[in-house]
Each structure stands twice: as structure tokens, then as C-alpha cells.
């Protein structure tokens, strides 16, 4: 079993910055897609970035538009989100989750952490 943990998540005004981590407990996750996703009150999980096991390819939602970067690090077992240009709707907790093909369907993964919260002010 692998659990997952996230960790950077915290308050920054609009136009701010934050970088998100995420490292697994009790395995390495190489050989995984590692995605995020984020939730905001009322709404559904809702996928942001996801890395392929090698980080040779990388998908982000629509909404993204160029302002979170998505990488991995395999050789010291972290995946990071930096966003840029946060806005207000940015405000969510984040999720980090690990699976075997790049879904942008939360259902499908099979490991996830317990989510870091991120909340962007104007």
C-alpha cells in the first residue's frame, strides 16, 4: 500500500505564488502517473496537472493556461506543482494522487493523499 502526502499548501494573496509537494510513504511511486487535483467547497474534484512515470509527457486542466507547472523528481521521489498568477478561484484543497495512465477522472487512481489546503485573497 502507498500513502501519499502533500505539503506547501497555505495563504497567499491573488498574484501570488505556492509550490505544492508530494512524496509517497512506504514506496516509491516511479513507476506511476502522478496527478493533481484539487476540490473547492460544493464542487467536484477537479484534475489540474498530471506527470507520466518518466515525466516525459505532462497534461494540465483548461484552466491552468500556462500558470502550474507540474515536475517529478524519481530520483529523490517528489512531485511538485508550481502555480503562478493564483487567483482568488484557485482557492481549494489540493490532492495529490498517483495511478498507472493519465486520467483526468479522479476515480481512476489508485493512491491519493489527504490534500493540503491552498486559499488565495484578494
Known amino acids: 500500500q502507498m500513502r501519499l502526502v502533500e505539503s506547501g499548501g497555505g495563504g497567499v494573496q491573488v498574484g501570488g505564488s505556492l509550490r505544492l509537494s508530494c512524496s509517497p510513504s512506504?514506496?516509491?511511486?516511479?513507476?506511476?502517473?502522478v496527478a493533481w487535483f484539487r476540490q473547492a467547497p460544493g464542487k467536484e474534484r477537479e484534475f489540474v496537472a498530471a506527470?507520466?512515470?518518466?515525466?516525459?509527457?505532462?497534461h494540465y486542466g483548461d484552466f491552468v493556461k500556462g500558470r502550474f507547472a507540474i515536475s517529478r523528481d524519481n530520483a529523490n521521489n517528489t512531485v511538485t506543482l508550481q502555480m503562478n498568477s493564483l487567483k482568488p478561484e484557485d482557492t481549494a484543497v489540493y490532492y495529490c494522487?498517483?495511478?498507472?495512465?493519465?486520467?483526468?477522472?479522479?476515480?481512476?487512481?489508485?493512491?491519493w493523499g489527504r490534500g493540503t489546503q491552498v486559499t488565495v485573497s484578494s
Open positions: 512506504g514506496r516509491t511511486f516511479t513507476d506511476y502517473v
Open positions: 494522487a498517483a495511478g498507472r495512465v493519465v486520467y483526468t477522472n479522479p476515480n481512476l487512481y489508485d493512491y
Open positions: 506527470a507520466s512515470a518518466r515525466a516525459s509527457t505532462k
